[in-house]
């Protein structure tokens, strides 16, 4: 056990003692110190330090522990969710989900820059801790929406494009029509967006509602009949198992109708060919028994409100 002295008032060495006894000597903190093991004087508050707590000593080790595990609980829960709460943020404000994500990083950024740059770096590892989850989701967030852009948000939703293709987000940023189409744009309906992969068409409503699977070409004509039947838009030709040329011409396949107000289907693709008058829609196919080539013509007709309210079917003979 080591064993120590100390300098009195009259510059007289005392001891030995151990270090407890050394420390209920009541010294003063800058009284001299000889430990036997040693070869140099020490001043008491050295001795004494090691084994003498400071009071309230032990409350910042429990504050950086509280702090590490909640940046680290924190900065998990923010990549995980970060780009979620951007969407839903932007949705209220109208704008693109990667503007509060720059935002949220600059606040995050700004106390711990100051800290870093300030006598000492006083308090940067506290500030450091603090900012962490957000310094954390916002980075991510920022470069997932760098990476794949989006629209500002409209009517609760916005468009998005990712390297697999392009889609729509709801406002908590989940996918709601998903990114796998060459090309998203508005209908001519409210509440309604029109999809295109490999030239073909489909339509969804802007929550994520399929309404006609992407598998049709689709050409649309206002007045089709030569009145004001279909107010708004007027009937939408789809031909479904046709090509395409460069011009988008079609060829082959089978033709029907849609009502372009709401994209339901009013003729089914089973036609050669479809026309109209102010009170029905016509459907044309063929049939061929034996030597003899047969004209069939399927007649839809529909109220004043636009309900269909029966079906007709009519022959021509040709031979």
């Known amino acids: ?118 006598p000492g770096r006083k308090g940067f590892v506290y500030a450091l801790l603090a900012a962490t989850p957000f310094l954390a989701s916002s980075l991510f967030t920022t470069g997932y929406y760098l990476a794949n852009p989006t629209t500002s948000y409209k009517e609760g939703y916005c468009f998005i494009e990712k390297g697999s293709g392009r889609g729509t987000l709801d406002r908590f940023g989940r996918e709601s029509i998903p990114c796998r189409y060459d090309e998203i744009l508005p209908w001519f309906a409210p509440g309604i967006l029109r999809v295109e992969r490999d030239g073909l068409r489909g339509l969804y409503s802007t929550s994520g509602e399929e309404i006609l699977p992407c598998e049709y070409i689709m050409g649309v004509t206002r007045n089709f009949t030569g009145n004001e039947r279909w107010e708004n838009i007027g009937p939408v030709f789809i031909n479904q198992g046709g090509t395409l040329d460069e011009e988008r011409n079609v060829s082959g396949g089978k033709w029907g109708i849609i009502d372009g107000r709401d994209g339901q289907i009013l003729l089914p693709c089973i036609y050669e060919s479809v026309w109209g008058n102010n009170k029905c829609l016509i459907g044309e196919y063929g049939v061929r028994e034996g030597g003899e080539y047969r004209w069939c013509y399927d007649l839809y007709e529909f109220d004043d409100n636009d309900n269909f309210v029966r079906k007709g079917r009519s022959e021509w003979n040709h031979f």
């Open 1 to 118: 056990m080591a064993r120590y002295y100390y300098l009195n008032n009259r510059m007289e060495k005392v001891g030995p003692f151990s270090r407890d006894e050394l420390t209920r000597q009541g010294l003063r903190p800058d009284t001299r110190v000889w430990e036997e093991e040693s070869d140099t004087w020490r001043l008491m508050y050295e001795i004494r330090r090691p084994q003498t707590p400071v009071k309230g000593g032990t409350a910042p080790s429990l504050v950086k522990v509280l702090l590490v595990s909640y940046a680290v609980t924190g900065a998990i829960v923010g990549l995980l969710a970060g780009r979620f709460a951007a969407a839903f943020a932007a949705s209220w404000f109208g704008v693109k989900p990667l503007l509060p994500a720059i935002i949220v990083l600059i606040v995050a950024a700004l106390p711990v820059a100051v800290t870093f740059f300030s």
